[in-house]
């Protein structure tokens, strides 16, 4: 069975700090991991996803995230927080099934 | 256009109606899912179609779900006697549907938000 646990359902950050949104995955076979983020009345737009090769990977809009099999994570990164950034991000595993297995979500809130 | 496109984009319907879903995949895409969003339940799969095969219907949570696509293409989701629960935002999603894809992007839709009143 896979899952996947997003840490923070409401995250803060001040315009220009650092980003961090945690996601942790549950696998029993090697997964494939995706970063999708929705903003307002939006359908979801992929910002980057792992697929065993390289495993730092480089996303959209400035955004990373870093494979790490011996903590079980996925954390997506950002250097420099934009006003733009604000909205809701998900991770999400696929291990072979047809579907994704979504976390509950992480709301980026980017004070001016 | 270039995208997957959902309508209607706001449904309101009274407990017991049936209503419809209708999603358009980008062209070419030969797979195609339906996921719904529901506050503080996050992004739950419902149903996945593949080309000319059977779908997988495993995350249908009742007998009151259904969808189909025809040919190949447009799928419609139906829900029958709706309940006040089935109020969420369903998400349509297409990929390329590529041989092993796994690892395939999912594309997915502004969704339909559906009310049940």
């Known amino acids: 069975a896979q899952s996947v646990t997003q840490l923070g359902s409401h995250v803060s950050v001040s315009e220009g700090a650092l980003v961090l949104l945690r996601c942790n995955y549950s696998?029993?076979?090697?997964?494939?991991l995706f970063w999708y983020v929705q903003y307002p009345n939006q359908g979801l737009q992929l910002l980057l996803k792992y697929t065993s090769a390289a495993t730092l990977v480089k996303g959209i809009n400035g955004f990373e995230a870093e494979f790490k099999k011996s903590e079980t994570s996925f954390h997506l990164t950002k250097p420099s927080a934009h006003m733009s950034d604000a909205a809701e991000y998900f991770c999400?595993?696929?291990?072979?099934?047809?579907?994704?297995?979504f976390g509950t979500g992480t709301r980026l809130t980017v004070i001016p | 256009g270039a995208g997957v496109s959902q309508s209607p984009s706001n449904k309101v319907t009274e407990k017991g109606k049936d209503v419809e879903l209708r999603c358009d995949p980008i062209s070419g895409h030969t797979a195609l899912y339906w996921y719904r969003q529901s506050l503080g339940q996050g992004l739950e799969f419902l149903i996945y179609f593949q080309g000319n095969s059977a779908p997988d219907k495993s995350g249908l949570p009742s007998d009151r779900f259904s969808a189909e696509r025809t040919g190949g293409s447009v799928s419609t989701l139906t829900i029958q006697r709706t309940q006040q629960e089935d109020s969420a935002v369903y998400l349509c999603?297409?990929?390329?549907?590529?041989?092993?894809?796994?690892?395939?992007?999912?594309?997915f839709g502004p969704g339909t938000r559906l009310t049940v009143l």
């Open positions: 999400a595993v696929k291990t072979g099934a047809n579907n994704l297995f």
């Open positions: 696998s029993s076979v090697p997964p494939y």
């Open positions: 999603a297409s990929s390329p549907g590529l041989a092993g894809g796994s690892t395939d992007t999912q594309y």
